[in-house]
């Protein structure tokens, strides 16, 4: 029976990354969505994006409720629980990995203690 229910799970997962793929082509866009949970007013979210064998990088700042932040190809847009990042004219050089972060992140080079 666990059996069964695991390739259902699977194949639901199959079919949504297909569907992902599929609207990625045919709309030449991608929407990445973080959930998070803030404190209310004052909230701020951060989307990154890091290629192998690099540190992240920053794209975007958006404030819940204030409208799309937009930087290039990058358009994000917030609200009370949800973060959405739309990367436009999406290429291969998209390829990496995403973050998004809530409220003031540290940007500086830190040194490892001994």
Same mark, same amino acid.
């Given at each position: 029976?666990? %059996?069964?229910? $695991?390739? #259902? ?10 569907? /992902? /793929?599929? $609207?990625?082509?045919?709309? $030449? ?5 973080? #959930? ?14 890091? @290629? ?18 937009? #930087? ?6 917030? $609200? ?7 990367? %436009?004219?999406?290429?291969? %050089?998209? %390829?990496?990995? @995403?973050?998004?972060?809530? /409220? ?11």
């Amino acid at each position: 029976m666990a %059996s069964e229910a $695991n390739g #259902k799970v699977q194949t639901l997962f199959q079919e949504f990354e297909l569907h /992902r /793929r599929m $609207n990625c082509v045919l709309l $030449n866009q991608f929407t990445l969505s973080c #959930k998070y949970k803030g404190s209310g007013s004052g909230d701020y979210l951060f989307w990154y994006r890091q @290629y192998p064998g690099s540190r992240p990088e920053y794209l975007l700042m958006v404030i819940p409720g204030s409208g799309p932040q937009i #930087k290039e190809r990058f358009n994000a847009t917030a $609200n009370e629980t949800v973060v959405d990042l739309i990367i %436009s004219s999406t290429a291969v %050089s998209d %390829s990496a990995l @995403y973050y998004c972060a809530l /409220r003031p992140t540290v940007t500086e080079t830190h040194q490892t203690l001994y």
